[in-house]
């Protein structure tokens, strides 16, 4: 990983022979899995740090339509797991959560994109850390 910031590592990026552009995150939370899943899985949690949902169908196949962002599909939905968004014009957006112990949580970020322009996940990703630890507990019984 080239970057460490704040549980926040960023990988090296690569360039694939069609010219796609792919970004690799990796984010450690002390939190546990339910508290990510809803920051990154809910059209709630995606409004307090990455964008309006103003359409968010929680299933495989659901409508996404993030606003700012653009609208597509949701193309891997494993409910506190996987988390894919494709989105028209900005590519395949996957959070892939794995809990560590004793109760945190790890996100293995991708971006795959036709664009070639910092989307800013950094910055992003730092207000999501924020986001979640000022979240309430949800894996409280």
Known sequence: MTGVTRGIE?????????????LHYLLRFPQPV???WAAVA????????????????PRLGGAVALRGIGSGRITAWDVERI??????GRGRIRFHLEPTRPSGTTVRFTHESPES???????RFERLVAHVASAPDRSAP
């Open 10 to 22: 960023e990988g090296a990026p690569e360039t694939r022979e069609d010219g796609t552009r792919v």
């Open 34 to 36: 339910e508290n990510v």
């Open 42 to 57: 809910t059209s709630e949690g995606l409004r307090g740090w990455l964008a309006a949902a103003e359409v968010f169908e």
């Open 83 to 88: 988390a894919e968004y494709t989105v028209e």
């Open 117 to 123: 322009e910092n989307p800013g996940w950094r910055r």
